[in-house]
């Protein structure tokens, strides 16, 4: 069974994580969304609601999971069973990045990382920059999957 989980201490429902999401199922059985709680890095939604949220958007989509985890991406994906982790790419400077951390995971754990780019028209589209709208009382609806509703 090839199992993947897809991290994210922020908030993994914008349209481009999204689309990572429904690619990374063309290839995959099973991918769980891991929402990492990190109180450093605190996000505009509780960690609740964020899974709630996830949980409504994927509905559908029985190959598809979601679990809050602390600690580390390459033990939540040993507790889950998880080979694979798969990562959502919007830039070359991502990409870069992301490519070090594959690195060090897969010499850590063994666990592969699978980089996976957002659609062109997706990639100016980031968690970062919707939750800053959000702050400011904007409407980001143009940046979500049209089944989302932000205010379970």
């Known amino acids: 069974m090839r199992k993947a989980i897809f991290p994210g201490t922020f ?5 481009g994580h999204y689309s990572v999401v429904r690619r990374a199922l063309t290839f995959m059985d099973e991918v769980i969304i891991g929402i990492g709680v990190n109180d450093a890095k605190r996000t505009w939604f509780p ?4 899974v709630a949220m996830i949980q409504k958007l994927y509905a559908d989509e029985s190959r598809i999971k979601v679990a809050a985890y602390d600690g580390l991406t390459i ?13 959502g790419i919007r830039t070359v400077r991502d990409f ?11 010499k850590l754990s063994g666990i592969e ?14 968690s970062t ?24």
């Open 113 to 126: 990382t699978i980089l996976l780019f957002t659609e062109p028209e997706l990639t100016s589209v980031s």
């Open 47 to 50: 960690t609740e609601k964020r």
């Open 75 to 87: 033990d939540f994906a040993r507790e889950q069973e998880a080979g694979f982790i798969i990562r």
């Open 96 to 106: 870069e990045y992301e490519e070090t951390i594959a690195d060090i995971n897969r």
């Open 129 to 152: 920059i919707v939750r800053e709208l959000l702050q400011f009382g904007k409407d980001v609806t143009p940046f979500l999957p049209e089944n989302l509703d932000i205010n379970l």
């Open 11 to 15: 908030d993994p429902f914008t349209i």
